[in-house]
Nanobody, 126 residues
Framework: VQLQASGGGLVQAGGSLRLSCSAS????????IAWIRQAPGQERVFVAV????????YYADSMKGRFTISRDAAKNTVHLQMNGLKPEDTATYYC????????????????????WGQGTLVTVSS
């Protein structure tokens, strides 16, 4: 599958952005789709994940209440609505898939995600 992330840009602190991740190819019922971000000079950090079968969700603690992950199954697209943005949210945001042949628990470990898109840059000014 190819993942295409979009929707990044420059926003002022307190503003909102909606990122989209479009998948060309099959997404299977046991797959998990995640958003992961990487700030300049830092390691990749888990943001949120969604299960394709039930659209169950799991968030990193620091994102709860501000970020919402959702999907449009008909369009093979996953969104990340980001509200109340802070300068420390500045990063390149990637979407990634964790493939599995069976049901597995959610993972916040970025190395568990097998296939990645190219990323979209979010810059939050103070």
């Amino acid at each position: 599958v190819q993942l295409q992330a979009s929707g990044g840009g420059l926003v002022q602190a307190g503003g909102s952005l909606r990122l989209s991740c479009s998948a060309s190819g099959d997404i299977f019922s046991n797959d998990h789709i995640a958003w992961i971000r990487q700030a300049p000079g830092q390691e990749r950090v888990f943001v949120a994940v969604l299960s394709w079968r039930e659209a169950n969700k799991y968030y990193a603690d620091s994102m709860k209440g501000r970020f919402t992950i959702s999907r449009d199954a008909a369009k093979n697209t996953v969104h990340l609505q980001m509200n109340g943005l802070k300068p420390e949210d500045t990063a390149t945001y990637y979407c990634a898939i964790r493939r599995s042949l069976r049901r597995v628990p959610f993972s916040s470990h970025v190395n568990d995600y097998n296939e990645w898109g190219q990323g979209t840059l979010v810059t939050v000014s103070s």
